[in-house]
Structure formats: structure tokens, C-alpha cells
Nanobody, 121 residues
């Protein structure tokens, strides 16, 4: 599976962005999908995941971010609202047959290249 993330950019605090991750190569519906982020000087952290209908969120983004998937387009989205400077990071999408791997952040089958999100104060 090849994953291509897009949609990052510069936004002011309080603004919104929508990230997309297009998957190709294998049956998209076979995989749970997730988003991670890595801020400068910090470790990569889990943001959100979605399996076959259920969304999961890190506490830090719950109520502000929404993950969704369009199986017809082989794409997973991350709608980010009420952004703040602490959300500044490179965002990565991930795919795995087991959503538990994504939730734990290890043994993940596939990673995409990141897309940079910068939130100015």
C-alpha cells in the first residue's frame, strides 16, 4: 500500500484545515487508517484512527478533529478545526490490518510521507 498525504499548510490559530491521505496498491477496505503527528523536538504521537466505521481520537484533539474515510475514493481525511499552535507538526497517515496497532503506534504496516501543518498565533 502506498499512502500519499496532502492538505497541510499555514493557518492562523482558530482556523481549520483538512488533510487527505490517498491509498493505492491494495484493497483499501482491508485496512484501518490513522493519523499521527510529530512536532519539532518531540516524538511522533497518535492523533486519530478509523477502522470499519469507528473513530478513535487522542484526548488532545477530541472534539476538534474528525477522521473519516471514503472507501470509493480510497482516501482518509482528517478535518482539523479550532487549531492552535500546539497542533503544529508534520502529520503522517498510516495503514494497518489491525486498528490496535495504530492505537498503540507500533508494528504499523504502512506509513505515508508527512505533510506539514503550521499554526500561527
Amino acid at each position: 500500500v502506498q499512502l500519499q498525504a496532502s492538505g497541510g499548510g499555514l493557518v492562523q490559530a482558530g482556523g481549520s484545515l483538512r488533510l487527505s491521505c490517498a491509498a493505492s496498491g491494495r484493497t483499501f477496505t482491508s485496512y484501518a487508517m490513522g493519523w499521527f503527528r510529530q512536532a519539532p523536538g518531540k516524538e511522533r504521537e497518535f492523533v486519530a484512527a478509523i477502522d470499519w466505521g469507528n473513530p478513535y481520537y487522542a484526548d488532545s484533539v477530541k472534539g476538534r478533529f474528525t477522521i473519516s474515510r471514503d472507501n470509493a475514493k480510497n482516501t482518509v481525511y482528517l478535518q482539523m478545526n479550532s487549531l492552535n499552535p500546539e497542533d503544529t507538526a508534520v502529520y503522517y497517515c498510516a495503514a494497518d490490518s489491525w486498528v490496535a496497532h495504530i492505537l498503540r503506534g507500533n508494528n504499523i504496516d504502512y506509513w505515508g510521507k508527512g505533510t506539514l501543518v503550521t499554526v500561527s498565533s
